[in-house]
């Protein structure tokens, strides 16, 4: 099941440092609560982006629900099995399909995204979840895997076959982190149109944050950066929920 997951923002630092070694590039962004670096040093770029974000935090989850992914839920869930950990190279192959039926190409190789997932997992950051086909025999149908620390997570990297399989999915997954006392889920990003319009349709609210990227050269000179960030940013109030 879902179990959750521990560690300290120590920990972040570590991942990061391990992840640089192994991939060319780097990006992190400062947290939904934090107000953009005013400055950055050279070479680094800041995108101001959204992101929808739920706030588990009263009304049950899926009251929240519109109505589309409501009805879904409950004329499709019975096909499919119950939440469960999922492999990680089921989680790429069914990330890698979702890209390309948006005619898009993953980001990284799939080794190489594997290889960064199975680190952050191993290090109690990430779990990879998904769920299967009630019928026989049983293949995976969708797969999410959630980035989690103190109560708070975020989808990060997500894939399914067409069909409402994700939206099962996160009809399990969200009610059942709203009982354990979970306080919130991001969903990473409300930036692209369709997928940001899924999103939306299930009760969170639209926040902005930053994103910074930087080259691989640059990197020796961020290590110094990163442990102070925690302390020089402020506070950000929500932007209105977009219905």
């Known amino acids: 099941g879902y179990t959750g997951f521990e560690g300290s923002p120590g920990d972040r630092l570590k991942a990061l440092h391990a992840l640089q070694d192994a991939f060319p590039v780097g990006r992190w962004h400062d947290g939904i609560?934090?107000?953009?670096?005013?400055?950055?040093?050279?070479?680094?770029?800041?995108q101001d982006l959204k992101t929808y974000v739920i706030d588990f935090n009263g009304t049950p989850i899926l009251d929240r629900w519109s109505q589309s992914p409501r009805r879904t839920l409950r004329k499709e869930q019975a096909g499919f099995l119950p939440l469960e950990p999922a492999p990680t190279e089921i989680m790429v192959d069914l990330l890698r399909s979702s890209y390309a039926r948006h005619r898009r190409r993953l980001p990284l190789r799939s080794d190489k995204l594997g290889a960064m997932v199975t680190t952050l997992r191993e290090m109690g950051l990430v779990e990879v979840l998904g769920i299967r086909a009630a019928a026989a025999p049983h293949p995976w149908q969708a797969t999410v895997a959630v980035l989690a620390q103190e109560r708070e997570a975020a989808y990060w990297l997500a894939?399914?076959?067409?069909?409402?399989?994700?939206?099962?999915?996160?009809g399990q997954?969200?009610?059942?982190?709203?009982e354990e006392g979970w306080e919130r889920f991001d969903f990473a990003g409300a930036n692209t149109p369709t997928i940001a319009e899924f999103k939306r349709r299930l009760g969170p609210i639209l926040v902005p944050y930053s994103a910074y990227t930087w080259n691989r050269g640059l990197w020796k000179g961020m290590k110094s950066i990163f442990q102070p960030?925690?302390?020089?940013?402020?506070?950000?109030?929500?932007a209105p929920n977009e219905r």
Do not use: K, N, Y
């Not at 609560?33 to 800041?46: I, K, S």
């Not at 894939?159 to 996160?170: D, F, K, Q």
């Not at 997954?173 to 709203?178: A, E, G, I, K, V």
């Open 33 to 46: 609560d934090a107000e953009p670096l005013m400055v950055m040093p050279e070479g680094m770029r800041r």
């Open 229 to 238: 960030i925690p302390t020089v940013v402020t506070q950000r109030s929500p």
């Open 159 to 170: 894939g399914s076959v067409a069909g409402p399989a994700m939206t099962v999915l996160l």
């Open 173 to 178: 997954l969200l009610p059942r982190m709203q």
